[in-house]
């Protein structure tokens, strides 16, 4: 377990020191009032805690449907646009300026949810059911998610005129410390009462581990993998709330782009076998957490926005080789070679 | 010598690339005749259907590409990242270094080589996975296009321009307009070097040994291996063969739109995986047609064009039309071999 | 080499850590013959094959071949190129491509298909040796004897002179090992001399001509086919001289049945997918009952297809004289079965798992994905039967997987135990673990049969059935053929009824 979160933590302190050479006052916060003249927190670190906060909630969905199934969803960026429209056409109830909100906040997010857990569903009955592989499974939304969301709202772009809806992705007034960190905290509450309370975890590495094994115990393996690709499903809807809220709005093609990669880097990050079984979940969003603050490192160096990815699958081509088992053995063979060197030197 | 296996009936008596490759065309056939019945008009000219040719060459050569390496048993989907990075570098040499077009076909060449070696070699000789790899690669292109050139910009080189402009008219095919002057059918460049790829694949997958060896590693690793086929190597060549097809395909995609940008080609990678399957390659390898990809992607084209020509000529039913044929697609082939296997143990 | 030698092994020797696959055997096989290679599991069979065909290396020995003389085999390549050629078990050709393609492909340096040439080739080959399949059609659409067929076909076109069959009619019917069955005959009588492993008797009485016997790594000897009965192959293989009658059992330990007349589980006509034919089975409370058969007679299926682990097809199952239905492994579970399943890694362990989170697995499961253990219990649970059973583990944090086989065994077992079921089936608990653990795990399935547990037990080796149970059920070739009891309960009377002689 501690083994496991052994990386993360090597490499946030890694970017810590790195951003600590470049600018001493890299880790300064500062205590000041936003537009609205509410007191709010500001600085580096406020920001990874605030803008990882949905990467982090997806690692904990997509730990799950890696450990289940061995495979990974690309389709939640795609799946938050979705369910993010959803929710601002309950909002908005289909015009795109209304002067007061269609449904409360609550019901709006019942709905994303439902809409989410929906995409995980069909993601989850072609790999559980169809036996699809993951990635090609979630292809189908990945391609046509974004499209099925500018479909939802008529391509329109409806703003919420209700202030209180910009709170999710901001700060409730009084309180100086972003929502999200909130939003987050509860889920991983959620997340970590589920854990202890079912047996959730036992199943999802067994039938990770090895399916045939799982099912002689007792346990329906097509049933856990569909289970977590619904959860997943969840955590989407959660982090579609976060992202709408940020602006009020949505752009169709452009919220939560790329951050598929970002969540599967979070779980590879986190020290988890991107082909499945045992899962750490903390590893993994704290892996996130390491994944904002490269994001937000990159920034401070004048990185665009557009080309971060570029780095990013840098970072993820360098995890899995080094990860591979090929290379493994490759550099096992190497060692041994080089030890008895050594004694030879000694 | 009787025909003991006259019991399995029509599915079971043809070979499985066949029998995928006779329902696509049909398909396709039934398509265009309903679209002329419906829609009429346009759909009746012979240049409406060389339109659909000059508009999709591109995705003609990527789509033969990702054919080769699906029937292998991988996929790439990073093909659009590397159309998109192609378009962008040869635009930024055409006019920002004053190249000439013969340098930029060796960068489009190149570039294809380049990613052809990289993701073939992490694929076959490392054994990680396809998809990994790939994505990384995706992101990776469109990262880099944005860093070659962040803002999209026209190719004004008139070298370029006269090229980009060459026609090549098809005698007897043209039609007369109102005004009564005819009008010469014509054709681009691309779809003369996108019938050459079909032409030469086809020839290369049916005849030559190297072709051959895909169909088989494709259909079992395992036996492929016992029957003396060097299976990393074929491997690694389809995916080389893939990236370099995706490299000339950039090129005729830049020949064609005449620009570089970095939303280039955006989810061409999926529908050149969705023409491979709606064109009968199966996603789990061994089986498929290069013709097919053909009528995949002109089955493709042509639903797009009924589609907005009936009406819905939103953006967003490009995607979903391409995702909902994906889907029905696979679960076609899943249920068509589904069924051929209950035949055969009948 | 003698005249019409074509194949000569003397004195081969192959060890693994802590295992002689292989010691001193010694093997030969003339032009023309058919011989069968016969030995229970582990005998070494499969060792000699690999030895021969280039997958191990031998560490002592020779191997001489008609017309080349003393050789080293490096690979399996090089086996082919010296004109050895296998068809294994499963099919190891491409499904995908066409029958006559998987006879050429992967041969030859033509970089070219001559379809044409291709296709007349394979037909000649085809109807010369009878195959009942066109060149043309995609090898998928044959039946899997006439896959095996191509892969002969293709052995036979590389000009093999050697012909192993491995396992070949394990997946075959009836009809289908008939066909196979000529085609290896005309073979025969164009000189091939053909190598063939199998564990169906009736099959080597009727095809072959000698057969060589391995036991423990050992050469038992080389027997003409007339020279020998089938029960005296029986005898060979499972190392018992029709002498030496003495009956083993009573020698301590022994349980002599349950003294009540109540059925805790009964089955009728019993059938699986896994191509067993109808059963009929059941077992009384407190009772020790095992299924024996050679390797492959359909043991496993039985069992698999009482615990819902195979696709039930037929028949009805009682627990108590209640007709119950078990559709999968939660329902017997749930009924108080318990499978300990043959294939200990593939199908018992969960390898990256700790021991404790295995040894709790299948209570865990029974008792609801809503109510975990808490740390505590399972601590508690897993320190139990870390005792009880004497699992030698560092923690029970460790992976399952670190352990070795006879603790990882003993950790399945307890697994099942902790289940408290009322029958509990053992499926060849004690293969492949040590001598101290085999007596431990025969020792506590007696002790559990006293407390009222009813027990099926499984294993390839008679003493220990002979040792553990009280009635046994006997299986040849997918088929229950009789049940002994009581004073049948002899080494000479299972493998007579194993053997099928009257």
């Not at chain 1, 020191?17 to 500062?30: A, C, E, S, W, Y």
């Not at chain 1, 890696?66 to 959803?86: F, H, K, L, Y």
């Amino acid at each position: 377990m501690g083994n496991q979160l052994f990386i993360p933590i090597l490499a946030l302190l890694l970017l810590a020191v790195i951003n600590l050479i470049n600018d001493p006052g890299f880790f300064k916060i500062t205590l000041g009032t936003n537009n609205a003249g509410n007191p709010v927190l500001s600085g580096y670190l406020i920001t990874i805690l605030d803008y990882g906060s949905e990467l982090g909630i997806l690692a904990i969905g997509m730990t799950l449907v890696t450990a289940a199934s061995g495979g990974q969803d690309i389709s939640v960026g795609a799946t938050i646009a979705i369910a993010g429209s959803a929710m601002l056409r309950v909002l908005c109830g289909g015009t795109s300026r209304p002067t007061e909100l269609a449904a409360p906040i609550f019901v709006a997010f019942i709905v994303a949810c439902i809409v989410g857990m929906l995409c995980g569903a069909f993601n989850g009955m072609l790999v559980a059911v169809f036996k699809i592989q993951p990635m090609i499974a979630t292809l189908i939304l990945f391609t046509a998610g974004r499209s099925i969301a500018a479909w939802i709202n008529n391509n329109e772009l409806p703003i919420v005129p209700d202030p209180k809806f910009s709170y999710f992705g901001s700060f409730i007034p009084g309180i100086p410390i972003p929502t999200t960190v909130f939003i987050v905290i509860a889920c991983v509450v959620v997340i970590a009462l589920v854990l202890k309370f079912t047996t959730l975890g036992l199943y999802t590495q067994a039938v990770g581990i090895n399916e045939g094994a799982s099912r002689l115990n007792g346990i329906n393996p097509t049933f856990i993998k569909f289970l977590s690709f619904v959860i997943l499903g969840l955590c989407v809807a959660v982090a579609a709330l976060i992202k709408v809220s940020r602006l009020s709005t949505i752009n169709y093609s452009v919220i939560a782009k790329d951050i598929e990669m970002d969540a599967i880097l979070a779980v590879a990050l986190g020290g988890n076998s991107l082909s499945g079984g045992k899962f750490n979940m903390w590893a993994s969003i704290l892996g996130a957490y390491v994944i904002q603050f490269l994001t937000t490192t990159l920034y401070k160096f004048n990185v665009q926005s557009d080309a971060l990815a570029a780095y990013k699958a840098i970072v993820v081509i360098v995890l899995v080789v080094f990860s591979a088992p090929t290379v493994r053995e490759y550099m096992k063979q190497l060692a041994k070679k080089v030890a008895p060197a050594k004694k030879e030197v000694a | 010598m009787k025909n003991e296996k006259s019991k399995s009936g029509f599915f079971g008596r043809m070979n499985d690339t066949n029998l995928l490759l006779t329902i696509t065309i049909v398909i396709f056939f039934l398509m265009y005749i309903g679209a002329i019945v419906f829609q009429g008009g346009g759909f009746t000219k012979p240049q409406m259907f060389f339109n659909i040719l000059n508009a999709n060459a591109a995705l003609i050569i990527t789509a033969c590409g990702m054919s080769v390496v699906m029937i292998s048993g991988g996929i790439d989907i990073s093909v659009g990242g590397v159309v998109a990075l192609v378009s962008m570098c040869c635009a930024v040499y055409l006019d920002h270094h004053d190249g000439s077009v013969f340098g930029s076909i060796l960068i489009a060449l190149g570039i294809g080589l380049a990613y052809g070696l990289v993701q073939g070699f992490l694929v076959a000789y490392l054994d990680i996975q396809p998809f990994i790899v790939s994505l990384a690669g995706m992101f990776f292109a469109r990262g880099m296009t944005t860093i070659v050139n962040t803002a999209p910009f026209n190719v004004a080189d008139e070298e370029f321009t006269a090229l980009k402009l060459t026609r090549i008219f098809i005698p007897g095919m043209g039609t007369t307009n109102k005004k009564g002057i005819y009008v010469p059918a014509y054709v681009e460049i691309g779809v003369i070097v996108a019938l050459l790829v079909v032409i030469i694949l086809f020839a290369v997958l049916r005849w030559t040994r190297l072709g051959r060896n895909f169909y088989a590693v494709g259909g079992n690793k395992q036996s492929a291996l016992m029957l003396g086929i060097n299976v990393k190597k074929t491997k690694f060549l389809s995916h080389l063969i893939c990236s370099i097809l995706a490299g000339i395909g950039g090129y005729v995609y830049f020949l064609h739109v005449g620009s570089g940008s970095a939303s280039h080609a955006m989810g061409m990678e999926m529908n050149a995986i969705a023409s491979s399957i709606i064109g009968g390659t199966m996603l789990t390898g061994g089986v498929g047609n290069i013709i097919g990809t053909l009528f995949g992607v002109l089955s493709l084209s042509t639903i797009q064009n009924i589609v907005s020509s009936a009406g819905l000529d939103q953006a967003w039913w490009t995607g979903i039309t391409i995702a909902a044929m994906l889907c029905i697609f696979l679960l076609i082939q899943s249920i068509v071999m589904a069924q051929k296997k209950k035949a055969l143990k009948a | 080499m003698e005249e019409n030698r074509v194949l000569e092994m003397r004195g081969i020797n192959k060890s693994f850590p802590n295992i002689k696959a292989l010691q001193n055997v010694d093997f030969s096989l003339n032009k023309g013959e058919i011989h069968a290679l016969m030995g229970e599991n582990g005998a070494g069979k499969s060792t000699l094959i690999k030895v021969l065909t280039g997958v191990y290396t031998k560490d002592e020995g020779t191997i001489s071949l008609d017309g080349h003389g003393k050789v080293t085999i490096h690979s399996p390549q090089d086996a082919q190129k010296y004109g050895i050629s296998t068809v294994y078990q499963e099919i190891t050709l491409c499904p995908n491509l066409t029958v006559a393609e998987n006879m050429y492909i992967g041969r030859g340096d033509a970089k070219l298909t001559n379809w044409k040439k291709m296709n007349e080739d394979a037909d000649r080959i085809l109807q010369s040796l009878e195959i009942p399949a066109k060149a043309n059609q995609q090898l998928s659409n044959c039946s899997l004897a006439v896959q095996q067929m191509v892969a002969i076909a293709r052995a036979v076109d590389m000009d093999c002179k050697v012909l192993i069959l491995d396992e070949p009619t394990s997946s075959l019917d009836e009809q289908e090992v008939e066909k196979l069955f000529g085609l290896m005959r005309d073979l025969k009588s164009r000189g091939v001399g053909i190598i063939f492993v199998t564990h169906f008797l009736d099959q080597v009485y009727e095809v072959c001509d000698k057969i060589t016997v391995l036991r423990d790594g050992k050469l038992v000897g080389e027997y003409e086919i007339k020279d020998l009965p089938r029960i005296k192959l029986v005898a060979k293989m499972l190392g018992k001289e029709m002498d030496d009658l003495s009956d083993i059992k009573g020698e301590g330990g022994t349980y002599e049945g349950p003294d009540g007349d109540e059925k805790v589980f009964e089955a009728t006509g019993l059938q699986s997918n896994a191509g067993i034919k109808p059963f009929d089975f059941h077992i009384k409370k407190g009772e020790v009952n095992g299924f024996t058969g050679l390797l492959g007679s359909g043991r496993s299926e039985c069992v698999r297809a009482i615990f819902g682990a195979d696709r039930v097809i037929g028949g009805t199952v009682k627990m108590h004289g209640k007709e119950i239905k078990i559709s999968n492994p939660l329902d017997a579970m749930k009924h108080g079965i318990a499978y300990l399943p043959e294939n200990r890694r593939g199908d018992g362990i969960i390898g990256d798992l700790s021991v404790k989170e295995n040894i709790v697995l299948a209570l865990q499961v029974l008792t609801g994905f809503m109510k975990p253990f808490s740390k505590a219990q399972v601590n508690a649970f897993a320190d139990e039967y870390i005792k009880k059973l004497n699992i030698k583990t560092a923690s029970a944090e460790t992976p399952i997987k670190s352990l070795s086989g006879g603790n990882q065994q003993k950790c399945i077992l307890a697994r099942w135990l902790l289940m408290h079921p009322e029958y509990l089936i053992l499926d060849e608990p004690t293969r492949g673990i040590d001598v101290g653990t085999k007596v431990d795990i025969q020792k506590l399935v007696l002790e559990l049969a006293k407390d009222g547990m009813s027990v099926t037990f499984i294993s390839s080796e008679t003493d220990e059935m002979l040792r553990t149970c009280s009635r046994l059920v006997v299986m040849r070739d997918r088929k229950v053929v009789g049940e002994l009891t009581g004073e049948d309960l002899t080494q000479n009377k299972i493998m007579s009824t194993i053997a099928g002689d009257k």
